[in-house]
């Protein structure tokens, strides 16, 4: 397989142009996420991940040092996703249109519940969307690293195959 620098720029541009589109064409959810599981590995997801969460704390004021302390990252990291984020409005523009991740919730409380049918039944929708917002996520990351773990047995088994081809050489 050739290494990506050794393609032609019109060879670059045809595989960006599928990746574009292809992203397009995941146009929900469920699509998305599959798409991230069968396109990256598990540390890319966590490395692409880690910049979308840095890029939302600095659009939402925190400091660099309150981002290195949580975010675990170098000032460069930061000025560089703070520098994309300045360069263009487009990625900024997409970022605040994020979906907060739903958290469970007890608005209804347990005392008297049902005489609190309407806000049970609210709190029911939510919590069940935020179990399928957590599962959905749980379950890319598993299927990841489960698909992880298969490419380094086959890249294990072709190591060996030509350790033991060169030592017959």
Request: proline share 2%; glycine share 2%.
């Amino acid at each position: 397989m050739k290494r990506i620098n050794k393609f032609s720029k019109n060879e670059e541009i045809d595989f960006v142009f599928d990746l574009i589109n292809v992203i397009v064409l995941a146009n929900n959810s469920d699509k998305a996420s599959f798409l991230l599981q069968e396109l990256f590995s598990p540390y890319e997801i966590r490395n692409l991940s880690k910049r979308l969460r840095i890029a939302k704390l600095i659009l939402e004021g925190n400091t660099h040092e309150q981002i290195t302390d949580e975010m675990h990252c170098s000032y460069a990291t930061i000025a560089k996703i703070n520098t994309w984020l300045e360069q263009s409005g487009k990625l900024k523009d997409i970022i605040i249109k994020l979906p907060k991740m739903q958290k469970k919730v007890n608005i209804a409380g347990y005392r008297f519940r049902a005489y609190r049918l309407p806000e049970a039944i609210w709190e029911s929708y939510l919590n069940a969307k935020s179990f399928d917002q957590k599962q959905r996520v749980t379950n890319l990351l598993k299927n990841t690293k489960t698909k992880q773990e298969i490419f380094d047995k086959i890249q294990s088994y072709i190591d060996d195959y030509y350790k033991e081809k060169s030592i017959r050489a």
